[in-house]
């Protein structure tokens, strides 16, 4: 068995070894109490495209594009082209094995100046893996592999404001056996994205400028199980709201920068005894709209950790001439809730209809299995409305 196979095989243990098990607080080994957010399927977080990607992955409230669809469907209602698609491709976790993928694919046509319809496709593959039994005898090989497909639609409200939502199809199947002795299946869920957007053109240092602001609800779904004897598990309802101010210097010249706020609206995990039993937080054993207004108030920690469990990014692009882009980013998230901290860098060059970005992560090689992530996107915008 290769050492490729063995890390991968390792991944998808620790994937499915979240969704079983229960969570309990750990202690680094700087003394830091750790309590992260375990949910199902939290592929349908990460970051499909270059131009977010290469900002900290903001999104929510900068300029749409044609991969609007997951960072804020309503978005689309401003699309400034009637008919578009993008294709991006990102090699994850490159710094532990070769060929774990994210692929994503986004389509969208304006109906008419108000109305606007999109499709996406999200598929996450682990690559193969040399399936083994008890006696490690050969068994075949397996490609773990998880989707998601969506159906959106964008309405504008007015000059400034817009409403979208998201229907998404998720299937993740992560096994085709056995894991601890339970017998896995591949598990699917159907769930919602609920959005809005905001932007008004106004001055700012004498300059033309544009406010902008977004909130977008993600992944409002049905509970997940790989197996009968297994708890049903939460997909990760996400909260994101953030604002983007856009400068245009002169004609060749437009700057923006753009901060998002994040946050999980699924039940923190509470503290338990030897005997399993709860002695802090709330029992994460509850209905998703419980679990999605409870998640304000349930942390173990009280409303320090409810802080602790927001992260944050902060981006900006600049353009000239409207066809060449330089991007910068940074995402923070607190140690004791995942401790991804990292910087993004990029670029993007437009050309007639097409649109090519490329983003890089910067890390901690030796802390972050994201260190040197690349992400790639390359965008069709066809006929101005």
Do not use: C
């Not at 490729?4 to 098990?21: C, D, K, Q």
């Not at 699309?79 to 986004?106: A, C, H, K, Q």
């Not at 509970?223 to 856009?246: C, H, I, Q, R, W």
């Not at 995990?269 to 409870?294: A, L, M, T």
């Amino acid at each position: 068995m290769t050492l490729n196979t063995i890390m991968r095989g390792s991944l998808l243990s620790l994937s499915l070894t979240l969704v079983y098990s229960f969570a309990f607080s750990q202690t680094q080994s700087d003394g830091r109490q750790t309590n992260t957010i375990q949910t199902a399927a939290p592929f349908l977080l990460i970051a499909p495209d270059a131009r977010s990607g290469a900002m900290g992955d903001v999104g929510v409230a900068i300029s749409a594009d044609a991969n609007a669809m997951h960072w804020n469907p309503a978005k689309l209602a401003f699309m400034e082209n009637s008919t578009g698609f993008s294709v991006s491709y990102t090699p994850w976790l490159r710094n532990l094995v070769p060929d774990i993928d994210l692929g994503y694919l986004s389509v969208y046509h304006r109906l008419d100046d108000r109305n606007t319809i999109g499709g996406s496709l999200r598929y996450f593959s682990y690559g193969p893996i040399q399936l083994t039994d008890n006696n490690q005898n050969d068994i075949g090989i397996y490609s773990p592999n998880e989707f998601a497909i969506d159906g959106t639609f964008a309405r504008q409200f007015g000059e400034n404001f817009s409403l979208g939502t998201a229907i998404r199809y998720i299937r993740s199947s992560l096994s085709n056996g056995q894991f601890n002795g339970q017998e896995i299946r591949p598990a699917s869920a159907l769930a919602a994205d609920v959005s809005a957007y905001y932007k008004k053109p106004g001055t700012l240092l004498g300059k033309d400028a544009e406010i902008a602001l977004g909130l977008n609800i993600s992944n409002i779904g049905t509970k997940v199980n790989y197996s009968d004897a297994a708890e049903k598990s939460f997909l990760p309802t996400n909260m994101k709201l953030g604002g983007a101010t856009t400068l245009n210097i002169d004609d060749l010249n437009q700057f923006t920068v753009a901060l998002d706020f994040n946050k999980l609206l699924v039940p923190t995990s509470p503290i338990r005894d030897e005997d399993g039993n709860i002695i802090s937080g709330k029992d994460p054993d509850r209905s998703v709209p419980s679990g999605i207004f409870g998640s304000f108030s349930d942390a173990p920690g009280g409303f320090s950790e409810e802080l602790r469990e927001i992260s944050y990014s902060i981006g900006t692009e600049y353009w000239y001439n409207k066809q060449f882009a330089v991007r910068a980013g940074y995402f923070y998230e607190n140690p004791s809730k995942g401790d991804r901290q990292y910087a993004t860098l990029g670029a993007g060059l437009r050309y007639n209809v097409f649109d090519l970005d490329i983003a890089y992560l910067l890390a901690n090689q030796q802390k972050s299995p994201l260190a040197q992530t690349l992400r790639f996107s390359l965008m069709f915008n066809f006929v101005k409305k």
